[in-house]
């Protein structure tokens, strides 16, 4: 597919994300109003690896099913990163014409539900067997890119059944990553403004755009991870807290609690050097950084 329909697809998205975590609302308006650029350095993505029964036959729910849209996209695996104490893996890609078509990054990653305790599991597992979407059938013949991207957009948002209410609860205690995911599926976990990118000179670091968004009344992570040496130094918001849906497990009827969302990201890069007196822009991620920011989320 077209580097274009990778464009229309992350701006549909930015536009359901943004209106939810209105932390991105202000960071946007705070770049633009000192004259600045708001640019996007990757895009995150949580998932679940296993493999369920679902209209399409056996799939598996991790890095794959996300994945193979990435691929048909143009995007290539570039990176992999595995957080063995959370039973975490991830993946990043990049897309060859980054630059050229201003592509962020993508950062996707997969709770490996088979290493969680065995009654943790099946919860999860019974929980996400209601699976009732498939990959939506992109025609050959369609050729406006706005129409692809909008039947793609359908994939990112949760394609089981609501969990019952103790189930979120029991899987938290475990993995709150896992009681994220039941509840929001494959929604965006967060975007990324990309310090870099900016172009005032206002905010002209990480530390300032951090500290400007806090003085805004913007709720920040109390650290800024990395540092200039590793290439990457990356802070967050607090995650939003939205009223989702859940089955009550008395009388078998949704309803409605609160629970963490996604927060905004920001992050600046570094140049590191490759080789004697050859140094480069650092291009992918961290995995300590990435480790302190999937705690974003915890309720």
């Not at 202000?26 to 679940?48: C, E, P, W």
């Not at 592509?103 to 969680?116: A, C, G, N, R, T």
């Not at 509840?183 to 905010?203: C, D, K, M, W």
Request: aromatic share 10%; hydrophobic share 40%; net charge negative.
């Amino acid at each position: 597919m077209k580097p274009e329909i990778a464009l229309h697809l992350w701006d549909l998205l930015w536009q359901e994300y943004s209106a939810r975590v209105s932390h991105a609302r202000t960071y946007q308006k705070m770049i633009t109003t000192a004259g600045g650029t708001v640019a996007n350095d990757h895009i995150a993505f949580r998932s679940l690896r296993l493999w369920v029964d679902s209209p399409q036959g056996q799939v598996n729910l991790g890095i794959d099913y996300l994945g193979q849209i990435a691929e048909a996209l143009g995007y290539v695996a570039a990176g992999e990163y595995f957080f063995a104490e959370t039973h975490l893996y991830a993946r990043h890609y990049r897309h060859p014409q980054q630059e050229k078509f201003d592509l962020p990054k993508l950062f996707i990653s997969e709770l490996i539900v088979d290493e969680l305790p065995a009654d943790i599991a099946q919860l999860i597992y019974q929980t996400v067997a209601s699976i009732q979407s498939k990959i939506p059938h992109l025609s050959k013949t369609e050729k406006n890119d706005q129409i692809i991207a909008q039947k793609l957009q359908k994939i990112f948002t949760r394609p089981w059944q609501p969990p019952g209410r103790s189930v979120v609860q029991q899987v938290n205690q475990v993995s709150q990553y896992g009681a994220w995911v039941l509840l929001h599926g494959y929604a965006v976990n967060h975007f990324t403004g990309y310090v870099n990118r900016q172009n005032t000179a206002v905010y002209p670091d990480i530390d300032s755009t951090a500290r400007s968004l806090a003085n805004l009344g913007v709720p920040m992570k109390a650290e800024i991870e990395g540092n200039i040496t590793c290439g990457l130094r990356q802070t967050a918001t607090q995650a939003v807290t939205e009223l989702v849906t859940v089955i009550d497990d008395i009388n078998g009827v949704e309803i409605q609690i609160p629970w963490t969302y996604a927060y905004y990201e920001i992050a600046q890069r570094y140049m590191v050097e490759v080789e004697p007196g050859n140094t480069k822009l650092f291009d992918a991620f961290l995995g300590n950084n990435a480790q302190q920011l999937f705690e974003m989320t915890r309720l």
